[in-house]
């Protein structure tokens, strides 16, 4: 079963507006989430993560929001360059314990940015 | 940042051959490496953790001895394919933590395996 869903396969967005990612997941034990850009060929690159603790986290154009109770969190990217066409992967992680460092992927959401 | 380099980067084999993966951390230690596999147009899947100085740590459904993890030092871990099939064939990626969270979880450029 897929605990971790990006349903969206692919997004196009203009340069210069928003781009909006989105992830759901069904397992309640999770309590970080991050997000991953990818590039064919090469291995995921981190970009921003989230703990449970909050319901958003900013660094520079790139935003997370986490709705805990309806069990989704967002990816926001503004303004959106076309440098950030790649494929993008929401991960799950159960914080501590034997589960630490394990993530759950999403099947990746590849966004195409246009000039 | 840390970098994780894996070789090779691709490798075709006969079916029945093993093939060996290696994954080193390059500029930092790493007690925890990962193992992950990706079919086309699908997400990573966790095969296995990779301890330094232990067993490896399997995932449900992954066969231990059809997939050998080898962990013998700080920076280099390795994954052997056994008598590998064309249904083997897949994108594998390694992950190695450097210090104390997640976030500082890197990932290697991946090795394409084609098994004929």
């Known amino acids: 079963d897929q605990q971790v869903k990006q349903n969206s396969p692919s997004l196009s967005v203009q340069e210069g507006r928003i781009s909006i990612l989105n992830c759901d997941y069904t397992?309640?034990?999770?309590?970080?989430f991050l997000w991953y850009k990818k590039y064919p060929a090469e291995g995921p690159t981190f970009l921003i993560s989230?703990?449970?603790?909050?319901d958003k986290n900013e660094d520079g154009r790139f935003t997370v929001f986490l709705n805990k109770s309806a069990k989704h969190l967002s990816l926001h990217i503004v303004p959106s360059q076309p440098g950030d066409s790649a494929v993008y992967f929401c991960?799950?992680?159960?914080?501590?314990?034997?589960?630490?460092?394990?993530?759950?992927f999403g099947q990746g959401t590849i966004l195409t940015v246009h000039p | 940042g840390a970098v994780v380099s894996q070789h090779p980067s691709w490798v075709i084999c006969k079916s029945g051959t093993s093939v060996k993966i290696e994954c080193r951390s390059l500029?930092?230690?790493?007690?925890?490496m990962f193992w992950y596999r990706q079919f086309p147009k699908q997400s990573l899947m966790l095969m296995a953790t990779?301890?330094?100085?232990?067993?490896?740590?399997?995932e449900q459904g992954v066969e231990k001895d059809k997939f050998l993890i080898n962990h013998a030092s700080l920076t280099l871990s390795t994954l052997t394919v056994t008598s590998a099939h064309p249904e083997d064939s897949s994108f594998y990626i390694c992950?190695?933590?450097?210090?104390?969270?997640?976030?500082?979880?890197?990932f290697g450029p991946g090795t394409r395996l084609t098994v004929l």
């Open positions: 992950s190695a933590i450097a210090g104390g969270n997640t976030d500082t979880q890197y």
């Open positions: 397992n309640s034990m999770f309590d970080y």
């Open positions: 989230i703990s449970s603790i909050k």
């Open positions: 991960a799950a992680s159960i914080a501590g314990g034997t589960s630490y460092g394990k993530l759950t």
């Open positions: 500029d930092f230690q790493a007690t925890t």
């Open positions: 990779s301890n330094e100085g232990s067993k490896a740590t399997y």
